[in-house]
């Protein structure tokens, strides 16, 4: 039994059509629901709630601060490698984007940790292209033990991975893994994976199965929005996480929202998704369930940003550079996409308490009640 089994019984054009169709009689029942269904998430992220943006926020706000209190988690990227043996076609990383590739050294990160723990961080997101020759289980054991007394909390998104080797990797001090679907179109996640492991859509979809299996802390979930229909992609994430907080209740989760930004290739978004639209997804997401912790990095705007803080996001990156060896050996190299909002840890940090929270810059668990 996997997710798979469940996702099979759902049709994308059926899906599609029943959002679409949501009345404002839908809404307000998702709205005062007091236990809300997947029919309720439907509702509020169909066009008929776009009325309901206002309310829906002060909601979200609300349910927010009841879980998490003030408080906003501060994290960082920390890029090891920009090799990759798969074409994606919304990659700087991409295979066929012919470009100087590199995988850090030991002596390379230990620089790069320096610098961020410089920017105050104590939790990391180690993040690498697809390429199983080079960025592997082993090259991932080393790098944990050689950080891991740098930081309290170590996060990866990284290419899927067997169960038996996050089993390895959690001893080690793996706390949380992210792994985004994409896309949960089927015939769209082929166009735009055309080689290499990542094709393979039924692995990657059985992915947090298998780390739901291996005991892990945290997982993350998400779709790159605009590669499909957004409502669509995010009911089939809802539904995603739905299943594995009844299958892996032992495991805390977190959503992200990542919109497709450009890189050194270019592929133009198939669905334009406006800050009016995120906002609602955010707060649909938050409203649908209070425990989720919503994560927002710097492809967005300051502007975007600085409004989201209040609105449902627990946890913010900032000062992210998405190229290995960004911070202090390869400033230079190839980004894997173009962040937004380029401020500081500390300018953000100030942002936070401006707009009456703390930031937090260890884990969770020393905070959340």
């Not at 990391?124 to 033990?145: D, I, P, S």
């Not at 909390?153 to 290419?159: D, F, K």
């Not at 495991?251 to 930004?261: D, E, I, K, Q, W």
Request: aromatic residues 10%; negative net charge; charged residues 25%.
């Amino acid at each position: 039994m996997s997710f798979k089994d469940e996702f099979d019984q759902y049709e994308w054009d059926a899906v599609k059509e029943s959002i679409y169709s949501k009345t404002a009689a839908d809404v307000e029942r998702a709205f005062h629901a007091s236990k809300r269904t997947l029919e309720d998430f439907k509702a509020l992220v169909s066009p008929a709630a776009s009325a309901y943006l206002e309310p829906m926020a002060n909601l979200s706000r609300e349910l927010t601060r009841k879980r998490f209190g003030n408080t906003i988690q501060m994290y960082v990227p920390l890029y090891l490698a920009n090799e990759c043996t798969n074409i994606c076609t919304y990659c700087g990383f991409s295979l066929d984007n012919k470009v100087l590739r590199r995988t850090l050294t030991s002596k390379e990160i230990l620089r790069e940790v320096e610098v961020i723990k410089g920017m105050g961080y104590d939790h990391v997101l180690l993040v690498t292209g697809e390429a199983n020759q080079t960025v592997h289980t082993e090259y991932f054991k080393k790098v944990l033990e050689l950080i891991r007394p740098h930081f309290a909390q170590v996060s990866m998104e990284v290419q899927p991975l067997d169960q038996h080797e996050y089993e390895e990797l959690i001893p080690l001090g793996l706390h949380s893994v992210l792994i985004y679907q994409e896309t949960y179109h089927r015939e769209d996640y082929r166009k735009h994976h055309p080689k290499g492991k990542k094709s393979n859509f039924n692995y990657r979809l059985e992915t947090p199965d298998r780390l739901g299996r291996a005991g892990i802390h945290k997982m993350g979930l998400g779709v790159l929005i605009g590669l499909e229909d957004w409502r669509t992609d995010s009911f089939f994430t809802a539904l995603h996480l739905n299943y594995l907080e009844r299958t892996y209740w032992q495991t805390r989760y977190s959503l992200s929202f990542p919109r497709l930004r450009p890189f050194s290739g270019g592929l133009e978004p198939k669905v334009e998704m406006t800050d009016r639209e995120l906002v609602q997804l955010i707060c649909a997401y938050r409203i649908m369930n209070g425990e989720v912790e919503i994560s927002l990095s710097t492809r967005e705007s300051e502007k975007f940003r600085d409004h989201c803080i209040q609105l449902g996001v627990t946890s913010i990156s900032a000062g992210s550079k998405t190229n290995p060896g960004g911070y202090a050996v390869a400033p230079e190299s190839l980004e894997q996409f173009e962040i937004s909002d380029e401020r500081s840890p500390a300018d953000i940090a100030d942002m936070i308490r401006k707009s009456g929270y703390e930031p937090v810059w260890k884990d969770w668990d020393n905070v959340l009640v």
